[in-house]
């Protein structure tokens, strides 16, 4: 192989940084915590903005933009997401040559803004619900980056929804926590938590967060994405009131929520291994690379071919051929098992004589012969087998280092030792949470609400007090 | 009418405000200079967007993304590019609760980041051709700002490009503005000037400029899109050199290129009415609006009819019902037209008798009863007719309002009092472009290199001299 890709058994941490780098999907920008999405990341954050775009539209989502730049003060009018966010922003002192009157802030996420401007387009009933969305950069200083899980500047989703009613509001968090669960799983292959956040991981200015969390190869948690329901916060924060059915004032229900290009790094830490990249059929932007096997005396017969095959497969599958002279087939099988794609299809003149070609896929390295005849139906098919596949492994890794503890000792060396996903009983408190956060250095990732054959069964692993939860810890990125 | 929009014979700049506004296009932001781009403008956009990538990409093009903040020292490296944009730029000082060792500036465009980046990609010819494209929003201070016109942040696609050869970069320079054309004059139906910008309206750092420009309703004209042949500029200021394939180090040659929500303007101003936007078909997100006619007695039966219309449209056209029962047909027709939606079809009980729609033009008024067995073709044809038409409407405007002179003081009364695109010689002198400018408020909007049997023949409209080009004046926004 012409790429060094650190084992993840030696060095998981830098095997995710060789990835990056050689895959060719990022590099660092000139300043810290800056990175650059080369053309291999950003076109799968392309396909991935693509497909979850299409299912928020069909949800009744509508894209807009708003600015970039927000007025400081504009922060400070809700007091924990000041609190929350003012800490990591970027601020704007100048301005086409001169100081400002007002520092402007670069948007670390967007509801202050967008409610400014709600607040002009709400007057009754009739105005909501509003169900908007944008996809934009934002930027949060980052102390720790590393790219794509935390850098100074991201690309998201930002959707930001206003309603009549809490019970509204409230139904749009969890319907879009649904898509989100629905995308990550069915798209990306990715398995995921779902359920809400505890007080101390909630969004600032949020009344509930509810996440996705996946679990990484490393057996780390990774929070996909997030939805809030942000009850009348920024409603009373900028003043937006609305005038109900029966004709009296109340104050607007509203929810955001969002994903970023962090998907990117969970995809990578999820699926791949010590080759290089394995991306799931359904978000590659490429799902099979055709490589002709030729000498000087075949050239022209095999290229040919292949120009054939192109096109006949291009009618139903995003399908490249690398027919560059300059590399060998061995370089081209390296390269592109590094860059994921799911499939390889190589021929060579043998192939041709068999009506034939040889199929390679990336998640198990199987090759098998296929015949011409059978080509469409068997890429589709085996195209199909790796997304279920993928997920299924991915599945299969994350209910084998996912436990249930009773016992704090046990449970607290699983967490520092061993890793992964730690079901407990949790009576709700922020000491207790802070106690095994300080003993093992996880989190509590997502909490549920108790199955009924639990309550007044289930005691919390920290104080044994009645548990009112059960938490989902881990260590997380 | 239930919206007031200004008449266009009363006041055009008020015209043109009233239907950002009325039609939900966009809305003024927090800071002076910002917008808000509505779901009704972001869609618009979105489409526009769609189509010219799909011809960037089809063209070999492919996305990436930079950093949105640029040290203050990447733009002091190439002198003329930061004369042109220091001045524009909004600049943070703090970021992480902190102030920065060194500024950073919001990217008011992206050679500088970009070509520090180059500089770590390239090495030999063989990483040669780089046609990178991003998506992004750009700030650049604005004095006297104007929705999507003139707006301290806004968005556009900025392409640039790193090449092996002067010949090439230039063949790049000359193909991106004949993509540019070509989505200009045939998805947007707006008929454009190609061609060579005078020095003083070149692009900050360039050795050529091309554009295409169009004329407005009000006789100005509007530079909507520029593409830059940079030379070896910017491979020199961040010294990006690569081995040729002789084995000799050379500077990189570069071009740059770019359109923006600017466009969203030159639609308006090119194609509307006192009635509100006129979206051609081929960049309107809805092409269809279906408006059923109904009361009390009918309601069921039009509803039905009206909804399997839908269903069956929509499998070939961008299609919306419009059947809310608060409004009336009459409101709906007008907000409609208002909105820009090219084709109407209305359904009532006397329709569904007839086996047949009626059909209601956005350009034209026109209405026609359509026979349902005709229906798509002809929905077909209508909208295909309203896209020539516009295109064609457009054109004769232009051809009615552009001029050649010979003579300076109608030259001259032409461009002050008529408006216009006056063709002239001009002998290529930067005085001579400026006592244009003193006294008429005239630029030169493109110049073009003398036919064959002009040279030596005409002189150029200020100081008779010989002339190098034909030069086209306007006034222009």
């Not at 509930?208 to 996909?224: F, G, P, S």
């Not at 978000?283 to 292949?306: F, G, N």
């Not at 709700?428 to 003993?439: M, R």
């Given at each position: 192989?012409?790429?060094?890709?650190?084992?993840?058994?030696?060095?998981?941490?830098?095997?995710?940084?060789?990835?990056?780098?050689?895959?060719?999907?990022?590099?660092?920008?000139?300043?810290?915590?800056?990175?650059?999405?080369?053309?291999?990341?950003?076109?799968?954050?392309?396909?991935?903005?693509?497909?979850?775009?299409?299912?928020?539209?069909?949800?009744?989502?509508?894209?807009?933009?708003?600015?970039?730049?927000?007025?400081?003060?504009?922060?400070?009018?809700?007091?924990?997401?000041?609190?929350?966010?003012?800490?990591?922003?970027?601020?704007?002192?100048?301005?086409?040559?001169?100081?400002?009157?007002?520092?402007?802030?670069?948007?670390?996420?967007?509801?202050?803004?967008?409610?400014?401007?709600?607040?002009?387009?709400?007057?009754?009933?009739?105005?909501?619900?509003?169900?908007?969305?944008?996809?934009?950069?934002?930027?949060?200083?980052?102390?720790?980056?590393?790219?794509?899980?935390?850098?100074?500047?991201?690309?998201?989703?930002?959707?930001?929804?206003?309603?009549?009613?809490?019970?509204?509001?409230?139904?749009?968090?969890?319907?879009?926590?649904?898509?989100?669960?629905?995308?990550?799983?069915?798209?990306?292959?990715?398995?995921?938590?779902?359920?809400?956040?505890?007080?101390?991981?909630?969004?600032?200015?949020?009344?509930?967060?509810?996440?996705?969390?996946?679990?990484?190869?490393?057996?780390?948690?990774?929070?996909?994405?997030?939805?809030?329901?942000?009850?009348?916060?920024?409603?009373?924060?900028?003043?937006?009131?609305?005038?109900?059915?029966?004709?009296?004032?109340?104050?607007?229900?509203?929810?955001?929520?969002?994903?970023?290009?962090?998907?990117?790094?969970?995809?990578?830490?999820?699926?791949?291994?010590?080759?290089?990249?394995?991306?799931?059929?359904?978000?590659?932007?490429?799902?099979?690379?055709?490589?002709?096997?030729?000498?000087?005396?075949?050239?022209?017969?095999?290229?040919?071919?292949?120009?054939?095959?192109?096109?006949?497969?291009?009618?139903?599958?995003?399908?490249?051929t690398d027919a560059d002279p300059q590399n060998s087939p061995g370089w081209k099988f390296a390269e592109w098992e590094l860059r994921g794609v799911p499939l390889r299809i190589e021929c060579g003149p043998k192939d041709i004589e068999n009506d034939s070609v040889m199929m390679v896929r990336r998640d198990s390295g199987k090759k098998e012969s296929v015949s011409l005849a059978d080509l469409e139906a068997t890429c589709s098919?085996?195209?199909?087998?790796?997304?279920?596949?993928?997920?299924?492994?991915?599945?299969?890794?994350?209910?084998?280092?996912?436990?249930?503890?009773?016992?704090?000792?046990?449970?607290?060396?699983?967490?520092?030792?061993?890793?992964?996903?730690?079901?407990?009983?949790?009576?709700?408190?922020?000491?207790?949470?802070?106690?095994?956060?300080?003993?093992?250095?996880?989190?509590?990732?997502?909490?549920?609400?108790?199955?009924?054959?639990?309550?007044?069964?289930?005691?919390?692993?920290?104080?044994?007090?009645?548990?009112?939860?059960?938490?989902?810890?881990?260590?997380?990125?």
């Amino acid at each position: 192989m012409s790429h060094a890709i650190t084992p993840r058994a030696v060095n998981y941490s830098q095997w995710y940084l060789d990835i990056v780098k050689e895959a060719r999907l990022a590099d660092y920008g000139p300043t810290k915590g800056s990175i650059v999405i080369r053309p291999g990341g950003y076109a799968l954050w392309e396909r991935l903005q693509a497909t979850l775009d299409r299912m928020l539209k069909e949800a009744g989502h509508v894209n807009a933009y708003f600015p970039l730049l927000i007025p400081s003060s504009y922060l400070q009018k809700e007091a924990e997401h000041v609190e929350g966010f003012a800490p990591e922003t970027a601020v704007v002192t100048h301005g086409g040559g001169a100081p400002l009157e007002e520092p402007l802030v670069i948007r670390p996420t967007s509801e202050t803004v967008i409610w400014s401007m709600y607040k002009k387009w709400i007057q009754s009933y009739r105005d909501l619900p509003i169900l908007i969305n944008q996809w934009v950069n934002v930027v949060r200083w980052e102390k720790r980056p590393r790219p794509f899980l935390r850098t100074t500047e991201f690309l998201w989703q930002e959707g930001h929804t206003a309603h009549s009613s809490a019970t509204e509001a409230q139904q749009e968090a969890q319907r879009i926590l649904e898509i989100y669960r629905r995308f990550v799983e069915e798209v990306m292959a990715i398995p995921v938590l779902v359920g809400q956040k505890s007080e101390s991981e909630r969004f600032a200015g949020a009344v509930k967060t509810y996440a996705i969390e996946a679990l990484m190869q490393d057996r780390k948690a990774l929070q996909a994405g997030t939805s809030h329901f942000l009850g009348q916060n920024f409603a009373k924060a900028f003043d937006v009131l609305f005038q109900n059915e029966q004709g009296k004032e109340e104050f607007v229900w509203a929810t955001s929520w969002g994903v970023s290009t962090r998907l990117i790094g969970a995809l990578i830490m999820v699926h791949s291994d010590d080759r290089g990249l394995i991306i799931p059929p359904r978000c590659a932007p490429t799902e099979i690379v055709l490589i002709p096997i030729y000498k000087d005396s075949t050239r022209t017969q095999v290229l040919a071919h292949c120009s054939q095959l192109q096109q006949r497969l291009s009618k139903r599958f995003r399908i490249v051929t690398d027919a560059d002279p300059q590399n060998s087939p061995g370089w081209k099988f390296a390269e592109w098992e590094l860059r994921g794609v799911p499939l390889r299809i190589e021929c060579g003149p043998k192939d041709i004589e068999n009506d034939s070609v040889m199929m390679v896929r990336r998640d198990s390295g199987k090759k098998e012969s296929v015949s011409l005849a059978d080509l469409e139906a068997t890429c589709s098919s085996t195209l199909s087998e790796i997304q279920h596949g993928l997920y299924q492994r991915a599945l299969d890794f994350q209910k084998n280092h996912s436990q249930h503890f009773t016992d704090y000792r046990n449970f607290i060396q699983f967490l520092s030792e061993e890793g992964g996903l730690a079901y407990a009983g949790w009576d709700g408190s922020a000491n207790t949470e802070l106690k095994v956060k300080e003993d093992s250095g996880a989190t509590i990732r997502i909490i549920k609400a108790l199955h009924n054959s639990d309550i007044g069964h289930l005691n919390c692993i920290v104080s044994n007090q009645p548990a009112k939860y059960t938490a989902i810890f881990a260590k997380s990125y």
